[in-house]
């Protein structure tokens, strides 16, 4: 099972980077798939999920409006669109696979992580 992230870079403030996060060896329509990003010093916080069932879709109050997370379950690909981005965004994001029924918010809802990608936005 391996989930491979990519996408990542430096960017200005008020530019956008799309990330993107290959899964394999596991039933990726099945998963409940999300990003969460960590700063340097600080715990890893949970940014987006879209839900195996229907493609619902969560976010936290820091991306609404400006992130969007979508799936492609034909290409075992999630994706993290970021627009409008800021330099407190900066931090290395992690695509992460869960099937839990513990809130999507967590960390403990998903087992099944990747290798992150760092994100620096400059001011």
């Known amino acids: 099972v391996q989930l491979q992230a990519s996408g990542g870079g430096l960017v200005q403030a008020g530019g956008s980077l799309r990330l993107s996060c290959a899964a394999s060896?596991?039933?990726?329509?099945?998963?409940?798939m999300g990003w969460f990003r960590q700063a340097p010093g600080k715990e890893r916080v949970f940014v987006a999920a879209?839900?195996?069932?229907?493609?619902?879709?969560y976010y936290a109050d820091s991306a609404v409006g400006r992130f969007t997370i979508s799936r492609d379950n034909a290409k075992n690909t999630v994706s993290l669109q970021m627009t409008s981005l800021k330099p407190e965004d900066t931090a290395v994001y992690y695509c992460?696979?869960?099937?839990?029924?513990?809130?999507?918010?967590?960390?403990?809802?998903?087992?099944?992580w990747g290798q992150g990608t760092q994100v620096t936005v400059s001011s």
């Open positions: 879209v839900f195996w069932s229907g493609g619902r879709t």
């Open positions: 992460a696979a869960g099937r839990s029924l513990v809130p999507v918010t967590t960390t403990q809802a998903y087992p099944i």
């Open positions: 060896g596991l039933t990726f329509s099945r998963y409940t």
